[in-house]
């Protein structure tokens, strides 16, 4: 155990350095070895600085634009809402982006934690990323302040701000440090490009409602978020130019307020960090025990045997290999955006909720290639073609544990928005029918392209197959579409019919059977392939 106690002095000594500026040094030093390292992280930090200079640059100007608008508060508000928003979630995703965010690399350091605080703190204020931030908060004050006290308190107003957005950053990294640096924040990482890719689908959203609707729309946000932190202080700042001081004064102090509640928190995780033990020192017995009643607990919920044992191993994956997760997220994200975002806007259509099937439809393609190396386990239970009929029948049931409800929901989502309820039982006809093609498609395309998928880095396939996965893929998804179009055909046959509209319910049943039907037939036709080719599969899937 650390302790948080700095040594004695001795008589006649020296006094110790500062520690602020000891670790500013620190700083700057990681940074400069960073970029000794190669010539590619030399070009790549300088392209992204020049980047973010000039996104900074150019938001500031058009910050200053907004000055003298009615909507100026209207923007800024929100905006720094939305930033101070980025700096609590980033170091959630990107924790390995600043090696100083990391305080368990200080806990053998005799420093007291409030020393090493107000150090940690002045270090953070180096980085592009404050400097984005002030030229933004510069920008804001400008554009809504109006009068020489708006500009006397914007002077005042924007220093605490800044310190907000880089104090909430710092106490959210250190209560989650142990989080974030297990496997768990690894997935984190993993799933920030769905993150960033959602809330861009969201905002877009957002901006496209706003346009149609006039900034007015945002005043009775810009009203509520201008009391919290750190957009309290732009509120202030507007606030002195309509003359209510008492209201701009409060604001101050809900931001002063913020930042010393932050600073505080942040004090409290760090001592708790340097002076408790973390969750690798719990007995192994211990966590043995928790990990097995996790097991039982989800295997009372599948069918016994071999088939629950295979359902079991490959929710398994899902829930704790970071690509196999990443992978369905993406899709059960993407999945729901298309349809629901384009109903909400009304320009979509019901069918367009057979795009979640069709992106979970994806998942049973190269089954074998997720369990890399590990499948030659796997491979020692197979010995004949019933052996791979079951090992892919115990796969493919635990994907329609996840698919088949969201599917449904998603559909009655959409429907729900239109308001399309009589169109409800063919749009899951056809879903289900979708479905059931790509798991038959996906299962055979596993056992005749397989290939690996790399467990270290951002590639999700190994060098020198990149061909076979997109064969794997979307020829397997060119073939799934051939499948539904006897169940495509029906639907636009009973469209065109006179009197055919009022039958288009049977494609429920037509449509779910029809996809059993061709997932049953994959199985039966894929399992003696995955029996006879399990040497070549296994070399696939375990390169590189």
């Not at 760090?270 to 009643?293: Q, V």
């Not at 019901?350 to 992106?359: E, K, S």
């Not at 929901?409 to 093609?437: I, Y």
Request: glycine share 10%; net charge positive.
């Amino acid at each position: 155990m650390s302790t948080v106690t700095p040594a004695r002095t001795p008589a006649g000594a020296p006094p110790a350095p500062a520690v602020t500026p000891v670790v500013v040094r620190l700083k700057l030093s990681l940074l400069r070895n960073g970029l000794r390292q190669s010539a590619g992280r030399r070009v790549a930090y300088a392209v992204s600085v020049t980047l973010v200079l000039f996104f900074a640059a150019l938001q500031l100007l058009v910050l200053i634009a907004l000055r003298g608008t009615g909507h100026a508060a209207s923007v800024t508000v929100p905006l720094v809402t939305v930033l101070a928003l980025g700096w609590a979630v980033m170091p959630l995703f990107f924790p390995s982006g600043d090696e100083t965010l990391d305080p368990t690399r200080l806990v053998m350091l005799p420093l007291r934690p409030r020393p090493l605080v107000r150090a940690l703190l002045v270090a953070s204020l180096v980085g592009v990323g404050p400097l984005f931030t002030l030229c933004l908060l510069i920008g804001s004050v400008i554009a809504v302040a109006r009068g020489p006290a708006a500009y006397a308190v914007a002077v005042v107003a924007v220093p605490p701000a800044l310190l907000v957005c880089v104090a909430l950053a710092r106490a959210v990294a250190t209560a989650n440090i142990r989080l974030l640096t297990s496997r768990r924040g690894r997935d984190l990482a993993v799933l920030s490009g769905l993150v960033i890719a959602v809330g861009a689908q969201v905002v877009n959203f957002g901006v496209q409602r706003i346009g149609s609707a006039g900034l007015g729309r945002l005043a009775p946000v810009a009203d509520v978020l201008g009391w919290v932190p750190p957009a309290s202080a732009i509120g202030a700042v507007d606030a002195v130019g309509d003359g209510a001081y008492a209201g701009a004064a409060a604001r101050l102090a809900l931001t002063g307020l913020a930042l010393a509640a932050l600073l505080a928190l942040w004090t409290r995780s760090l001592t708790r960090l340097m002076t408790s033990p973390d969750g690798s020192t719990l007995p192994a017995a211990e966590r043995g025990a928790r990990d097995r009643s996790r097991s039982a607990g989800l295997g009372r919920l599948l069918p016994a045997g071999r088939t629950g044992t295979i359902m079991e191993r490959s929710l398994r994956y899902v829930w704790r290999d970071p690509k196999t997760k990443a992978a369905w997220v993406t899709s059960l994200a993407i999945g729901l955006i298309v349809p629901v975002l384009n109903a909400a806007q009304g320009t979509g259509s019901i069918y367009f909720a057979c795009f979640a099937a069709g992106m979970l439809g994806i998942q049973m393609y190269n089954q074998f290639g997720q369990d890399t190396s590990a499948f030659w386990m796997v491979a020692l239970t197979i010995s004949s073609p019933r052996d791979a009929y079951v090992e892919l029948r115990g796969r493919t049931l635990a994907l329609l544990v996840i698919t088949l409800p969201y599917t449904t929901l998603v559909t009655v989502l959409t429907a729900a928005l239109l308001g399309d309820w009589p169109a409800l039982p063919e749009a899951l006809g056809l879903s289900f029918a979708l479905l059931g093609a790509m798991l038959a498609t996906g299962a055979w395309s596993s056992a005749r392209f397989p290939y690996s998928v790399p467990q270290e880095g951002q590639k999700n396939v190994a060098a020198g197959q990149a061909g076979l996965a997109w064969i794997s893929i979307f020829g397997g998804m060119v073939a799934a579409a051939l499948l539904c179009l006897p169940v495509i055909a029906l639907s636009i046959w009973l469209h065109v019919s006179a009197g055919g509209a009022g039958w288009t319910w049977l494609l429920l049943p037509l449509g779910s059977a029809y996809g059993a039907g061709a997932t049953l037939l994959g199985l039966r036709l894929a399992a003696p392939r995955t029996a006879r080719r399990l040497p070549e599969i296994l070399a696939a899937v375990s390169k590189g």
